[in-house]
């Protein structure tokens, strides 16, 4: 298993981790088989999208802001609820097709954590498979 090391910068924010895991892809050496990125912390996500515009990942970020407000009815005394809400629908971990050593992505997409408690610094852990 592999980790990556994710410094966030924002409270809120995508970075596009998708270099940091097809790293790990390569290193693993397998021809064919599966990945899994999954990220151990509750108040961040993982999702796949396009990673050619910006302003999709913006898109998405606002609108989970606008579904989940950061201040609510919550009874969570940090004052997090939404991040444990949003990484609740985006979700922890991908599962990611391997084939001639490469993940299978479509033309535009790319691997972003999901921060929604940040600043912080994240782990990733990836785990390739034959």
């Not at 970075?15 to 999954?38: L, P, W, Y």
């Not at 999709?56 to 009874?75: F, K, N």
Request: with cysteine.
């Amino acid at each position: 298993m592999d980790r990556i090391q994710v410094r966030t910068h924002q409270r809120k924010e995508f970075v596009d981790i998708t270099r940091e895991v097809t790293d790990c892809v390569r290193k693993a050496r397998i021809g064919r088989g599966t990945c899994t990125v999954f990220v151990p912390h509750t108040t961040c996500g993982l999702t796949i999208n396009e990673n050619a515009d910006p302003s999709v990942t913006d898109d998405i970020l606002r609108t989970l802001c606008s579904l989940v407000p950061e201040s609510g009815r919550y009874r969570h005394a940090e004052g997090n609820s939404d991040a444990h809400i949003q990484s609740s629908l985006t979700g922890h971990s991908l599962h990611l097709i391997v084939e001639e050593s490469r993940l299978m992505l479509g033309t535009w997409q790319g691997i972003y954590l999901c921060e929604f408690d940040g600043p912080r610094n994240r782990e990733v852990w990836v785990k390739c498979s034959e």
